[in-house]
Nanobody, 120 residues
Framework: EVQLQASGGGLVQAGGSLRISCQASGFTFDRYVIGWFRQAPGKEREGILC?????TSTYSVQDRFIISSDSARNTVYLQMNRLKPEDTAVYYCAANTAGCSAAEGLYTYWGQGTLVTVSS
């Protein structure tokens, strides 16, 4: 059974940090790209970062969100720093073989999401 298990969400104060995880099972992890998306209340889902599962580098956006992959654990992480109330959202991970992209339609598998709430 294919599964993408997102975990690690929770309540954090503004300015704090949180690391969420996406653990994959049931498919050949190394062949896939894993992307992180989020959906804030009342807004459309948006892409954040993506990474090839075998990639040992890290990538960041705004120097606040950093994605990394641990292929030995079939897990991709999203480190979130200097969090803001507007980062409050359900965070989803997804997998595709087409390549790194923010286009949701390219992603074959989706996790159930983990809620991150940032208080002011």
């Amino acid at each position: 059974e294919v599964q993408l298990q997102a975990s690690g969400g929770g309540l954090v104060q503004a300015g704090g940090s949180l690391r969420i995880s996406c653990q994959a099972s049931g498919f050949t992890f190394d062949r896939y790209v894993i992307g992180w998306f989020r959906q804030a209340p009342g807004k459309e889902r948006e892409g954040i970062l993506c990474i090839r599962s075998r990639d040992t580098s890290t990538y960041s956006v705004q120097d606040r969100f950093i994605i990394s992959s641990d292929s030995a654990r079939n897990t991709v992480y999203l480190q979130m720093n200097r969090l803001k109330p507007e980062d409050t959202a359900v965070y989803y991970c997804a997998a595709n073989t087409a390549g790194c992209s923010a286009a949701e339609g390219l992603y074959t598998y989706w996790g159930q999401g983990t809620l991150v709430t940032v208080s002011s």
